[in-house]
């Protein structure tokens, strides 16, 4: 992911009224989770794609609007996760970005890359993690640290835990895209360590 994506506010501005009209000047904009509220059902669902990349979550979440608040918006998405399939997991997986690296990071990134391609081979799907609250300068190692451990686990272990993972990972969006602040492009909030250099985190 690139840090010149456009945010999910530009993705949403047509959002800012139901009938697509432009709002006066003045008016203040309608906030991310107004907007994901007023949205037609296909332009909520790949706002919430962003989120997660499972369809079947996008459009469980996106059915259930319109949401009161953010917390409702995040009970909802917790349940939709803990009722997906394998396939649906696997298609989120699927929909998470590669790390990215300083070239500060290279020597690093080196072993990680290794231990990345060790994950998927012996559970066949990306490794996911989120990262939300450390610090830049952590993240290396705590990516490192976290596939030597779950790489030593059994497959289902894994399963659960990277399930976890990924509705940590949602969540954390989420709240983002309620604040309309969200990075458009999946897998950066969890895994560009550019970007978390450089931005909120």
């Given at each position: ?18 009938d ?49 608040a ?38 690093a ?23 939300d609250?450390c ?30 993972e ?27 360590l550019?970007?978390?250099q450089?931005?909120?985190?």
């Open positions: 992911m690139s840090l010149e994506e456009p945010t999910l506010r530009d993705d949403l501005d047509r959002f800012d009224r139901p697509g009209l432009d709002r006066p000047d003045g008016i203040d904009r309608l906030d991310g989770l107004d907007r994901l509220n007023a949205a037609d059902p296909d332009d909520a669902e790949a706002a919430l794609l962003v989120c997660c990349g499972s369809r079947r979550w996008a459009r469980r979440v996106a059915a259930h609007r319109p949401y009161p953010p917390d409702a918006l995040l009970a909802a998405a917790d349940t939709a996760a803990r009722a997906l399939g394998r396939a649906d997991l696997c298609e989120a997986f699927a929909a998470e970005a590669a790390a990215a690296f300083t070239p500060s990071q290279a020597r990134a080196g072993a990680l890359r290794a231990a990345h391609a060790a994950y998927e081979r012996r559970f066949g799907h990306v490794f996911v993690i989120c990262l609250g610090r830049p300068e952590e993240a290396l190692g705590r990516l490192l640290s976290a596939l030597a451990v779950r790489l030593a686990g059994t497959l289902h272990e894994e399963h659960a835990t990277a399930a976890g990924l509705r940590r990972i949602a969540r954390g969006r989420l709240t983002r895209l309620a604040e309309g602040t969200l990075v458009a492009g999946r897998g950066g909030p969890a895994w560009d550019r970007e978390r450089g931005s909120r985190q």
